[in-house]
Structures are given as C-alpha cells and as structure tokens.
C-alpha cells in the first residue's frame, strides 16, 4: 500500500488535494472518484503519515464509543470530533484528527479509514463500508465490537491455560541454573581429590566446575546468548511456520488448531455476511485468518462459487467444514441465513475448543511437574551420589 496525493474538483468547481492510500494510482483514483470527485492528478505523497501500531490504538473501545455517539444522534463527524478532543494520547489523536480532516472534507468515512491500514484492518473498513451503503453504522458497529471481544474471550482462555506450565517452566529453569551456576561447583571443590572413585555422572559436574572456574563470565555470556537468539527466534516468521508445521503433526493438538483456525474463519465470514458483505467479498477478505497451507483450498472454494458450485458443497470438497457446520451450511443455505449459521457454528465450536483447553491444561500441568522434577533431581542425585560412593569405599 503506498500514499498518493489526488487533485480533485469538489462541490463549486474548487480544486482541493486529497489524500489516499491504495496498491497504485490507478486504484487512488477510483478511490476518489467513489467519492463523488473529479479527478484531475494523482501523485505518489513525498512523505507518510506517521503509522501507528495496530497494538497502540483501541479499536474497540474506539468502535464502542462511536457507536454510543451515533446512537445518541450525533452526526459522524462531531463524534468524530468529539473523541479527538477527550483523546490523551498524541498517537491515538493524530489518527483521529486526521479521520475528522478527511470526513469534513466530503469524503466517506470508510475512505478515512484507510488511510491508516496499519491501524483500522481491512474487516473493520469493509464493513463501515457496507454501513455506509444501508444506513445502519451503530449496527455494524455493534457487530464488529461483539465479533472482537469473542475472538479475544477465547484467546483469554488459551493464554490462561498457558499461564501455569509457562510460570513452571521458567521457576524449573531458575532452580535448574542456581543448582548448575552455585551449587555444583561447590560440591564439585570437594570431590576434586577423590576423581577416581567418582561415576561418569559424578565427573562431569567437576568438569563443569572447573569450566566455571577459568572462565568466570561464561554463564552472563551464555544466558545472553540464549536470550537474545530466544528473542529472535520467537519473532522469526520462518520459525512461527516451523513451529505450526510440527505442532500441526501431534495428531490431538493439530487437529485442534485446524478447528481454532476454521472457527475465527467462521465467525469473521458470519460477521461479515450480516454486515451486508457479498459471500464471495466475505470469503476472500477472510482469507487472512486462515493458516498458508488453507488459503489455496479456500481460493478453490470461491472459484467454485463463482463457477456456480453451493457453498456447503465446495467448502465440505476443500475439507473446510465439520460434520457439524456441514448440517448448519446446509440448513442456511437453503434458507439464505448464512451468516447466522456460520456465527452459530463458530460460537458451537468456541465451547468445544474451551473444553479441550481445560482437559489439556490439566493433563499437561502434571506432566511439565514431572519432567521438570526429573531433571532437578537428576542434578541433586549427581551431587550426592558421591558422597555415597566415597562412604561405601571407605567401609
């Protein structure tokens, strides 16, 4: 996406420039021609507006009061204003400054919108955008502040059931590296003298003592390094790919995270086809939501659409259905609710993955105990053994 700057004739024959966002300027110039201009030049901007961070601005207590504004009666844009002038945050203004500029300018709110893809996704324009053609923006609004705190209910739920094992973990590694950076060499100083009678097991601790001892700042290098590849592993897009390819091969959790994926993929096309979103424009929009090796199925889904294939039928042909959403498909098909079933069927298997998630976290818990507990103890075990040794020679 790149910053043009459009010359138009507005209302009065005035020449104003305008400013959009769009794939090239071919695309800038529809863009303003949508908006009722006539377009005169359109020029690549020498400069961007300042992006902010998806992370930074408060989409949905954004959408939240919007909607509060405009179903007290306020026009657009003196709410528009309005949360402007009560904003705090320099970065959070500067966007909503900006929408008030555009807005007043004549254009569509929608077209506001995206001159900040960074910040408003594309579901949330595209469907301001089908409001902005039916009347009915405090509905789409709700919609879309219902659809987000479901996605982030169960994201809660999987974070939660993350919580414990992460904090065992990370309690194991610190008990695990006091005993390896403090405690062994200080058992290993007294084992030194007696190298002949000690297990392999026992050796290797003094080795790993003496190491210490020459090179003192080997451990702050270490847990450094580790930190920092940790760090850039984790922010790595070939290493999230990785890590979904093998977590898709353990048969149990694989098959869930299809499910999860299929799920956000359900209720984004749900909120979407009762935002007044076409069902090829809703399937294709919400591409994004799916994992990379989905996406060319669900391209084939909407060929088949458009070729004049059902619905349910393509979509059971690329394995992106249930048995379950399969009947519901079917059921609102027939009877052209689609969006309803498909936020049905999403909702349906939010209270499966929720289940699952609790009977993991409580088979998983007790299992991160006990490998952390055997590696601990196979620490201790290796300090101690000598003593027995050193006893059983001396008798």
């Given at each position: 996406?790149?910053?043009?700057?459009?010359?138009?004739?507005?209302?009065?024959?005035?020449?104003?420039?305008?400013?959009?966002?769009?794939?090239?300027?071919?695309?800038?110039?529809?863009?303003?021609?949508?908006?009722?201009?006539?377009?005169?030049?359109?020029?690549?901007?020498?400069w961007?507006?300042s992006?902010?961070?998806?992370?930074?601005?408060?989409?949905?207590?954004?959408?939240?009061?919007?909607?509060?504004?405009?179903?007290?009666?306020?026009?657009l844009?003196?709410?528009?204003?309005?949360?402007?002038?009560?904003?705090?945050s320099h970065?959070v203004?500067?966007?909503?400054?900006?929408?008030?500029?555009?807005?007043?300018?004549?254009?569509r709110?929608?077209?506001?919108?995206?001159?900040?893809?960074d910040?408003?996704?594309?579901?949330?324009?595209?469907?301001?955008?089908?409001?902005?053609?039916?009347?009915?923006?405090?509905?789409?609004?709700?919609?879309?502040v219902?659809?987000?705190e479901?996605?982030n209910?169960?994201?809660?739920?999987?974070?939660?059931?993350?919580?414990?094992?992460?904090?065992?973990?990370?309690?194991?590694?610190?008990?695990s590296?006091?005993?390896?950076?403090?405690?062994?060499?200080?058992?290993?100083?007294?084992y030194?003298?007696?190298?002949?009678?000690?297990?392999?097991?026992?050796?290797?601790?003094?080795?790993?003592?003496k190491?210490?001892?020459?090179?003192?700042?080997?451990?702050?290098?270490?847990?450094?390094?580790?930190?920092?590849?940790?760090?850039?592993?984790i922010?790595?897009?070939?290493?999230?790919?990785?890590?979904?390819?093998?977590?898709?091969?353990?048969p149990?959790?694989?098959?869930?995270?299809?499910?999860?994926?299929?799920?956000?993929?359900?209720?984004?096309?749900?909120?979407l086809?009762?935002?007044?979103?076409?069902l090829?424009?809703?399937?294709?929009m919400?591409?994004?939501?799916?994992?990379?090796?989905?996406?060319?199925?669900?391209?084939?889904v909407?060929?088949?659409?458009?070729?004049?294939?059902?619905?349910?039928?393509?979509l059971?042909?690329?394995?992106?259905?249930?048995?379950?959403?399969?009947?519901?498909?079917?059921?609102?098909?027939?009877s052209?609710?689609?969006?309803?079933?498909?936020?049905?069927?999403?909702?349906?298997?939010?209270?499966?993955?929720?289940?699952?998630?609790?009977?993991?976290?409580?088979?998983?818990?007790?299992?991160?105990?006990?490998?952390?507990g055997?590696?601990?103890?196979?620490?201790v075990v290796?300090?101690?053994?000598?003593i027995?040794?050193?006893?059983?020679?001396?008798?």
């Amino acid at each position: 996406m790149h910053h043009y700057t459009v010359k138009v004739l507005r209302a009065g024959r005035q020449v104003v420039s305008l400013e959009y966002v769009a794939l090239d300027e071919l695309h800038a110039a529809a863009q303003a021609r949508r908006d009722g201009f006539e377009v005169l030049l359109v020029r690549v901007k020498s400069w961007q507006f300042s992006k902010v961070r998806k992370q930074t601005f408060p989409l949905l207590s954004f959408s939240q009061e919007l909607r509060t504004l405009v179903d007290a009666g306020i026009p657009l844009l003196e709410a528009l204003r309005t949360l402007a002038e009560k904003e705090r945050s320099h970065a959070v203004k500067r966007v909503l400054d900006t929408l008030v500029e555009v807005v007043n300018e004549g254009r569509r709110f929608s077209s506001a919108l995206e001159q900040f893809p960074d910040v408003f996704p594309q579901l949330f324009v595209a469907t301001i955008s089908a409001s902005e053609e039916t009347g009915d923006m405090s509905p789409a609004l709700l919609r879309y502040v219902i659809y987000q705190e479901q996605l982030n209910e169960i994201k809660k739920k999987v974070f939660n059931a993350l919580i414990y094992p992460v904090l065992l973990f990370v309690v194991g590694g610190l008990v695990s590296l006091f005993l390896l950076l403090y405690v062994v060499p200080k058992f290993a100083q007294i084992y030194e003298d007696h190298r002949g009678a000690l297990s392999w097991s026992s050796l290797l601790l003094v080795e790993w003592s003496k190491l210490l001892t020459e090179y003192s700042y080997l451990p702050a290098v270490l847990i450094l390094g580790c930190a920092m590849s940790l760090f850039y592993i984790i922010r790595s897009s070939r290493f999230h790919r990785f890590f979904a390819d093998v977590i898709r091969k353990i048969p149990a959790v694989g098959e869930r995270l299809h499910l999860y994926q299929l799920t956000r993929f359900y209720r984004t096309v749900g909120m979407l086809l009762r935002s007044g979103i076409p069902l090829v424009d809703a399937f294709e929009m919400s591409a994004g939501i799916l994992q990379t090796d989905l996406r060319p199925k669900l391209a084939q889904v909407v060929l088949e659409i458009r070729q004049g294939f059902g619905v349910t039928h393509s979509l059971e042909k690329q394995h992106l259905t249930t048995p379950v959403v399969l009947r519901m498909l079917s059921v609102g098909e027939r009877s052209g609710n689609m969006g309803e079933m498909m936020e049905r069927a999403a909702d349906f298997h939010d209270e499966e993955i929720a289940r699952w998630l609790e009977w993991f976290s409580r088979l998983f818990e007790p299992l991160l105990m006990l490998v952390i507990g055997v590696f601990i103890g196979a620490i201790v075990v290796a300090m101690y053994l000598p003593i027995f040794e050193l006893i059983g020679d001396a008798n």
